[in-house]
């Protein structure tokens, strides 16, 4: 390594700052997230830097040219003005003395480089490429921060708050370690990330007793929304879940893009439902859940769409609160919202529909039997989940109630992936179009005026059919 990487104790540093406009500015504002004094000279200065130095005591700012004697008693030196030549003199001068000195976008002329920083304090981040590949480090950095939970800093509160109780319990360093990844990584860490401080603490004390007597964490069950197909639809909280999961029990309807980003060693139950094809029948599932749960896993029921709707997670919930299990639900972009977003559907809209209504295509007993004249309303979109085997009969339903066969439909299939495809017509010749053959489950249907915004507002048009 050219850059040795380093945590300087910024309470005893006394930090010169040559230069006053926006890019000093930026300086001065990270400078300012610690304790550090600061001087900043420059002849001239940017109302950034004016404001900076009216709100924080830390600051002093003297308005003038820069001088040599300046850089007494300064530990660090960052040099931001527009002249190169005053500021290799600077350089120069501090380097001579040993000095750590930065020219800002000067990589020959800096003895050390402010790194790109993700700052979860006291988690801090620090990533440097050695000033030869910036963008790319914009790039990791985005994406650490869409992985990191924004109160992680929560998680490293709580570590020093209880490290030496640990320290006292437990002698042995790798006995420490494993029972701190147990915490973190468990429901434990999920309680202090929610800000539950009190629930956390709680089940830490537990924690700690039955790792000193030998005995296996209780487990967990995480209901997991995975969206209606894109990976990129995934919840950051959704996807550090999976990552932590021992079990995953997925449905049918969640992508192979999504599974991949499971964690590796977990174990992966199959449970998905097809219409009259049941691999494993609800109440199955919902013991499978519990037992693993029992047996000290963390559990991760991960379904299509969003778990509360359509998607059974009411009955698994009760399974478990019958076993005294605790869990957590992760929500998810719903199939409805997804499907017509990528359709260029919009639900609601001020000309066409102020209402919307969810409902399913086929009920407990395989029937359709709807309150049709509730679905029959002016201004009104209604969405059909798992409807596209009864589609004869929702559109006959819907016109014999009073909906106009004028009525534009759409069938979308696979919402939010490559291979969606999208098929619209009317409630009197949908069912006779040819190409309604060609689709396959998933495909979720919307009814309502909405729909003939499709042909103007439709942006992901990879593999859409069109009618």
């Not at 504002?29 to 709100?55: F, M």
């Not at 990589?107 to 700052?119: A, E, G, M, N, W």
């Not at 998680?155 to 147990?182: I, N």
């Amino acid at each position: 390594m050219k850059y040795f990487p380093i945590f300087v104790d910024a309470e005893y540093i006394h930090c010169l700052l040559v230069g006053a406009g926006e890019v000093a500015a930026r300086k001065c504002e990270l400078l300012l997230k610690t304790p550090a004094k600061i001087t900043i000279v420059s002849p001239w200065v940017s109302n950034t830097v004016k404001r900076l130095a009216a709100e924080s005591t830390q600051i002093t700012l003297i308005e003038r040219k820069f001088e040599d004697t300046d850089i007494e008693g300064k530990q660090m030196i960052f040099v931001a003005t527009d002249d190169a030549l005053v500021n290799k003199h600077i350089h120069d001068i501090a380097h001579a003395k040993n000095m750590l000195v930065n020219v800002v976008d000067n990589t020959p002329l800096c003895k050390f480089i402010t790194p790109s920083i993700v700052d979860r304090s006291p988690i801090i981040i620090a990533m440097s490429s050695g000033g030869v590949a910036p963008v790319l480090l914009r790039y990791i950095r985005q994406k650490l921060e869409s992985v990191i939970p924004a109160n992680i800093r929560l998680l490293g509160d709580f570590s020093a708050k209880f490290r030496d109780t640990v320290k006292g319990a437990l002698s042995s360093v790798t006995d420490r370690r494993y029972f701190w990844e147990e915490v973190l990584d468990g429901d434990i860490g999920e309680s202090i990330l929610q800000g539950n401080e009190k629930l956390a603490e709680k089940k830490f004390d537990k924690a700690l007793i039955a790792y000193k007597n030998g005995d296996k964490p209780a487990g967990q069950v995480y209901l997991v929304g995975a969206g209606p197909g894109d990976p990129d639809l995934l919840t950051f909280r959704a996807l550090r879940l999976m990552q932590k999961a021992d079990v995953v029990v997925y449905d049918r309807l969640v992508s192979p893009e999504i599974l991949e980003l499971v964690r590796r060693d977990a174990e992966k139950i199959y449970v998905g439902k097809e219409k009259s094809n049941h691999t494993i029948p609800q109440e199955d599932i919902s013991k499978l859940l519990a037992k693993e749960a029992l047996a000290g896993n963390r559990v991760v029921r991960l379904k299509g769409g969003d778990p509360f709707i359509f998607g059974r997670g009411g009955e698994e919930i009760e399974t478990l609160i019958e076993h005294g299990i605790d869990f957590q639900v992760v929500p998810g972009i719903t199939a409805a919202s997804g499907a017509a977003s990528y359709a260029g559907i919009p639900l609601t809209h001020r000309d066409h529909a102020q209402s919307v209504t969810f409902t399913t295509g086929h009920l407990r007993d395989n029937t359709i039997n709807l309150n049709w004249p509730a679905l029959v309303q002016q201004n009104h979109t209604v969405v059909f989940y798992m409807g596209l085997t009864g589609l004869p009969i929702i559109c006959d339903k819907l016109m014999e109630h009073g909906m106009s066969p004028e009525m534009p439909i759409a069938l979308i299939q696979s919402a939010t992936r490559e291979d969606q495809a999208v098929v619209t017509g009317t409630l009197d010749n949908i069912v006779g179009n040819p190409r309604v053959a060609l689709l396959k489950p998933p495909t979720l249907i919307i009814v309502g005026s909405v729909v003939n915004l499709h042909s103007s507002l439709n942006w992901f048009s990879r593999g859409n059919v069109d009618q």
